[in-house]
């Protein structure tokens, strides 16, 4: 599996067949599982093998497969399933941080990260120096000799600031830090972190990965003595687990992971070239295209800009709403990556709870809106956001 293409790995990867020889892969909706004699059933606890599961709190064999051929499509050795995004940031921080750990956070980020990241690993005394994660000069300057860990937003929600992964990376490892990347925004198809030599990647498999705005999921993604070491330990105690359905949605999505997101990467460029110099836009920011200003680090580090673009539409909060309900074939939400177009405003909905210097700091203006590209003909949604700017 390891010599076939990322694209086939995510249709192949993982793929463990039961005895009737299934070509879909099997949904196992059990959480226990039975063993032949008492023998067995402590020889398992004791350790149990690849294919021997104990209990759907700690492994599924339908939740294997999706993890499997996840961390095979990054290009991590493992990965264990959460059950949301939220859970696989919390508890990946929570596993491997403890009181008196220095970490060193990119600001921009999604407003539950920084909830975890600021309220909650605050309470059990864990330090946490917040940068600006555009500026390498600033992360050189916050990690220190006892940093532990490094986090951040690869592209980040909603601004698509990019960090610079490498020289982060190099940064952190200096010092011996632990690099945790939320990959939500890169796509798992364009997604550079295992290259790039983050330790674990964390994916809200809420977004491309089902792609189809259904099922809720998370992933942490590492090396094998990471995932199934520190991570396994404290997820499976702690019950942060994917359940088999969602596992066995993400297994199909997967096989279409890349044809979608390619398609909706292309649609987003056609949309931002399209959108760029409108009048009624003050402001236009897509990581592939020329109008962001990190585009060539953008382009460095992966194929393409990915499937999100935000746009500043002007007249404030009172233009911008106007624009919103306006628009016909874009729907009014708050997820993104589904195959139905979406648009957010984040400063009254997702980053609502910011106060406002940290607003105004992360460029959360009244007129700015994510707009979450799908799988619709894009010259109809180019129509339809012209319309709607007026
Ligand atoms: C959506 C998102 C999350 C949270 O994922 P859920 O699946 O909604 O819990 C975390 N980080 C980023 C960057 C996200 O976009």
Known sequence: MDKLSKRTRAVHGGTRRSQYGEVSEALFLTQGFVYDTAE??????????????????????????????LAGLLGYEDCFACASGMAAVAGALTALLKAGDHVVSARALFGSCLYVLQDVLGRFG??????????????????RPDTRLVFFESISNPTLEVVDMRHVVQAAHRVGALVLADDAMATPV????????????IISTTKHVDGQGRMLGGAICGSREMIRGPIESYMKHTGGAMNPFAAWTHLK????????????????????????????????????????PQQALALAQAESGGTVLTIEVAGGRE????????????????????????????ATTTHQR???????????????????????DPADLIADLRAALG
């Open 253 to 292: 999505s997967l096989e279409t992971i890349d044809l979608r997101v390619r398609a909706q990467a292309a649609s987003a460029l056609q949309i931002a070239d399209a959108l760029a110099g409108h009048p009624r836009i003050t402001a236009l920011r897509y990581p592939g295209h020329a109008a962001h």
């Open 190 to 201: 364009f997604s550079y972190a295992a290259e790039c030599g983050a330790d674990i990647a």
């Open 319 to 346: 233009g911008c709403f106007a624009f919103l309900n306006r628009l016909e074939v874009f729907t009014i939400s708050n997820n993104f990556a589904d195959a139905k177009s979406i648009a957010t405003h984040p």
């Open 354 to 376: 910011l106060p406002q210097a940290q607003k105004d700091l992360l460029g959360i203006t009244p007129g700015l809106v994510r707009l979450s590209v799908g799988l619709e």
């Open 126 to 143: 864990v330090e946490v120096t917040l940068v600006d994660g555009t500026d390498n000069a600033a992360w050189d300057a916050a990690i």
């Open 40 to 69: 067995a059933a402590e020889a398992r606890f004791v350790a149990a093998g690849p294919d021997e599961f104990i209990y759907a709190r700690y492994g599924n064999p339908t939740v294997r497969m999706f993890e499997d051929r």
